[in-house]
Each structure stands twice: as C-alpha cells, then as structure tokens.
C-alpha cells in the first residue's frame, strides 16, 4: 500500500563530556561595539556571523530585523551603524537614502522562488516546470486554469488538473514582489503590463493577499492552499517543506532555486545592481531569479561612526563575505561568487579604520579557491550540468512511434531508519576552548524500497549540553561539529556539508533522496565523525547532549 501522509521515524544517542579547566585563558582584544538594522530575510545569516565573530576575534555586533526601510531611514538618520537591505538604493523603490557618503557591500544572495500545492492523478506534484511567460501570465491574472497550453507545453506528459489557479502574493511592501515585477517588467512585458514595484498590484479577484513571508507559505499550507502558487524567498519555501517549481532559463533548460544555479547566476551582477546580466545568463545551470541582500556602511566618519566603529565593520563584513558565505546553502541561501566578493572587497577598504579589504588569497569563501577566475573557479566546476530531460522540447517533438515493452516492477514497500549499535558517545576530559579526540557517530542505514518513491530527508537534531549533577550548568549544541560521509553510495542520495565544531547549527539535513530515487533492500548506510569544542566560558562539570536521528518520508 502506497502511504498518503509523511512518514518519520527517529533514534536518540547520548553524547558526554567531562570539562576540565586550564590554568590560563586568553582573550580577544577590546573592539569597539557597532549596531545593524535591517532585512528579516539576512537576519538568520546576520546573527550567525555575529555569534561567530563574538567567538573569535571577540567583536560585538547588534542587529535588528526591523526591515529594509526602516533600517535605511534609521542609517540616514546616523542611529545606526550599518543597514542590511533588500531593496537596491537609488532604483525609484526606496525612499530614505543616507545623505553621509555611502556604499553598498552585497552580503546575503539567494532566489525568488515559486512555491506551490498542486496534486496531479491524486498525488503532490512536486517537479513543475514554468517557462517565464507562464509565470507572467499566471500573476498577471492571463493564465487562470492549471491545464493552460502554455503549462502543458512546460510539462508534457503531466496530466495537469483542470483546476483553477489561485497566486497568492505579498499584500505588504517587499523586495520579491519588487524583484519579480522587474523582472516580468523587462523580460515579459509583452504579458506584464503593470509595471515594478515593492507593493504587488491589484490584479483580480481570484488573487489572495498575505503579509509577509510566512504569511504566503502559511496560506498553500492550509487546506485551501490547493491549486495556489507563490512568490517567496528560496529559504522560506524549504523551511516549509513547500515544492518550488523549475524556472526556464535562456539556455533553454528549467532550473531549480539551488544554492549553485543562484551563484553561477549571479556571476553576471553588478555590485550596485541585479538586472539583465542575471536575468539573461547564458550558463545552462542559472537559476534566473537570483538575487541579493546588501549591507549599506559609511565611506566617512560622522558625528556617530567612528574609525573604531570601521575596523569592527570591516571585520565583520570581511568574515561574512569569505568563512561566512560557508554556512548560506544550510540556511536556505546562495554563497555569493568570486565577482561579487572581488567588488566587495575595495568598499571594505574604503571604511574608515577599516582593518583592510579583503585577500582573495585567504578567504574561505567556498565558491573560488586562489588563482581562480569568474569563469573559472570551484564553483563553476564542481556544479553538474542539468539533465537532458530538463531541456524544454522543441514544439511538436512530442510525438514518437515504436514497439511496446511491457514489464512489471514489484517492490516491497519498506522504509526504516538502523540505528548506530551504540546508545552513548563519551569525549572524556576536555578543557575550555579545546577540542576533543574525534568520535565516530556509527554506522545507520536507510532503507527506501516502498511502492511510491517519494524521495525522504534525514535530519539530525542535537540538544544542548546540560550538566549531569547540577542541571543549571549548559553550553550551545554548537559545540558539537559533524562531518558526515556515505559508506553504501546510492545515486539521488546527497549528504550534507560538514559543519565545525563551535560553530554548526541544528538541526540540519544530514542526508536526502530525491523522489524516485532507491535504495534498494541493501539500503543507504551512513556514518558520520564527531568533534566537540568546549567554549571558553563554560563551568566545570559532567555534561551530556542528546543527538536524535529522523528520517522523514517526502
């Protein structure tokens, strides 16, 4: 029997340490203190990087997700240091510019993407395709039924629901709905018509309006969610489990909202801008509607920021554009390419105090190695090009003539999670600020054999560590690194990046399948290496966590 509903199952370990303390402890240097405002969206990066930097080199960074516009009239207003937008300054869309001298410094990138919920011959469907003529005509109101010629076209061989489509769209002032409606303004105006802006026209009644970003996902995650498609940021589409549809590039081939297509795409930004040059990049494997967050930082002292206050800036922006931009695919977002980072680092340079600009030689950004070049660089050759079969057909190419094969395929609908044989995990003696000999998690094997093959992540979630005798006594999880491998390989199942003990951030997706991709009966075996990094000011004493495994079905 084929399962209607998802499908989880999970095993706990305990993890423990014993914390010791050294005689001596050193200390970052004193730093003056600078306060951020800005976009919701980069707030999750933003707070990332300021734990890390507070760990090492010891600054201290405020920030506040008060939204774009606030935050830049706040910077106009010298009441801040630094404002993280999501609307470029000087494009007619935002209002309150800063009259000190100014620049802007691209820090968060990601992509537009169009969640939906749609069921086709009775299941989710969850691999639709748009041309961007599709996507205008369904938010400008043309397109109103799913089973459209022009849909069907994106999708041939998809039975699509002669269903009414319901776009659900931002009925506050936001940088997608500002992204989108440029880029149907310059790419599709013979379908648009209502010209760019942060505030979604009124198009018809079959529309529904929502505030906020979780406000349209939480819409397609109601009952009456069937049959609607959004616009939202990228990270929040997969932080609600919602499919994104495959957009179609210039190539000619249909693209998901990756971390890699939205990169490679914004290799054709400007530092100022997002337009055409990502629009129309010619790489096979762009995602077109990429797009970037940016921090707004003085060129000049004033009457509040400080050259003390710039080298703290600079400090921090050069982190989060190299070390940084490795934690954006596991918050939903895109590390920005060698381009972007190459501009960016001449405005680091022009803050004053600034502590420097940025080395290319040294920067751990996980897009460019040294010696590496924007049209040649890890990134750009490391991404696989897309398969064939998400090249758009040319019109009438359907048809076909040949001999039918008829064969059966049985499966014995299984799908369980084997734990690690071991139940706990001991590093023995640690002190503050050191790490532990490394520990292997044990091997666990995922089975997928069922009769539907959904596809399934697994996800691992660490408690943090709370002392044994006196429960009072704790520090953050984060302390706990990962680096997880495949022992038994299976083509569709991808593993996660290893996170840094001291720094990782749960839970995160340690491992996912595809849908249509199995593991046989021999399954999918895992296993994964521990690291645990005591902080510097955590008391003494016993400490346990608990590591739980999940495996979700899709």
Request: a negative charge; one cysteine or more.
């Amino acid at each position: 029997m084929i399962p209607t509903r998802p499908r989880a199952t999970a095993t706990a370990i305990a993890v423990a340490a014993l914390l010791v303390v050294p005689t001596t402890a050193a200390y970052a240097e004193d730093s003056a203190s600078i306060s951020g405002e800005g976009s919701t969206w980069a707030q999750n990066a933003v707070d990332l990087w300021r734990r890390d930097v507070a760990a090492a080199p010891g600054l201290t960074v405020f920030y506040a997700g008060v939204g774009s516009a606030a935050a830049v009239s706040d910077l106009a207003a010298e009441r801040v240091d630094f404002a993280v937008t999501d609307i470029p300054l000087g494009d007619g869309a935002s209002t309150n510019v800063p009259s000190v001298p100014h620049a802007s410094v691209p820090v968060v990138a990601g992509g537009i993407a169009f969640a939906y919920d749609l069921v086709v011959d009775g299941r989710p469907f969850r691999d639709l395709r748009l041309s961007g003529d599709a996507v205008a005509g369904i938010f400008s109101g043309v397109i109103t039924r799913w089973d459209d010629p022009l849909l069907r076209a994106d999708n041939p061989g998809v039975a699509l629901p002669a269903q009414d489509i319901t776009p659900v769209v931002r009925a506050d002032a936001a940088a997608t709905s500002l992204g989108l409606t440029r880029w149907m303004q310059s790419e599709h105006s013979d379908v648009w018509s209502l010209g760019a802006s942060t505030v979604f026209p009124a198009v018809g009644p079959a529309f529904r309006a929502r505030n906020g970003s979780l406000g349209v996902v939480g819409d397609l995650a109601q009952s009456y969610g069937r049959g609607a498609i959004t616009y939202v940021e990228n990270a929040s589409a997969v932080g609600a489990g919602l499919p994104t549809a495959k957009i179609l590039n210039t190539a000619g081939y249909y693209v998901a909202p990756t971390p890699e297509a939205v990169s490679i795409a914004l290799g054709g930004a400007t530092p100022d801008a997002i337009g055409t040059g990502v629009w129309r990049h010619p790489d096979a494997r762009a995602y077109p509607l990429a797009t970037v967050s940016s921090a707004i930082v003085p060129t000049q002292p004033t009457r509040v920021f400080t050259a003390e206050k710039g080298r703290t800036l600079s400090q921090f922006l050069e982190h989060a554009l190299c070390r940084g931009q490795q934690d954006a695919a596991g918050l939903g977002n895109a590390p920005l390419p060698l381009g972007l980072v190459r501009s960016a680092a001449g405005v680091l340079a022009a803050i004053p105090g600034s502590a420097g600009g940025i080395d290319l030689a040294t920067c751990a950004n996980p897009t460019f190695v040294p010696g590496d070049s924007a049209v040649d660089n890890v990134l750009l050759r490391s991404t696989p090009m897309p398969p064939d079969s998400d090249k758009r057909m040319p019109s009438g190419s359907e048809g076909s003539t040949g001999t039918d094969i008829d064969v059966t395929v049985t499966a014995s609908d299984l799908f369980q999670l084997t734990a690690p044989t071991a139940t706990s995990i001991d590093f023995g003696d640690l002190g503050r600020g050191r790490d532990g000999v490394a520990r292997t998690l044990g091997r666990f094997t995922v089975v997928d054999d069922r009769n539907r093959l959904a596809g399934w992540s697994m996800q691992i979630t660490v408690s943090d560590f709370i002392g044994t005798g006196d429960p009072a006594p704790r520090f953050s999880s984060s302390a706990l690194g990962i680096d997880p491998r495949e022992v038994v390989h299976h083509d569709g199942v991808v593993v996660a990046s290893s996170q840094e003990a001291g720094r990782a951030v749960y839970p995160m997706t340690l491992a996912s399948a595809a849908p249509g991709t199995t593991t046989t009966l021999e399954g999918a075996t895992f296993d994964a290496d521990l690291a645990l990094r005591v902080p510097r000011d955590a008391a003494v004493g016993d400490y346990r966590s608990t590591v739980t495994l999940t495996l979700i079905a899709r």
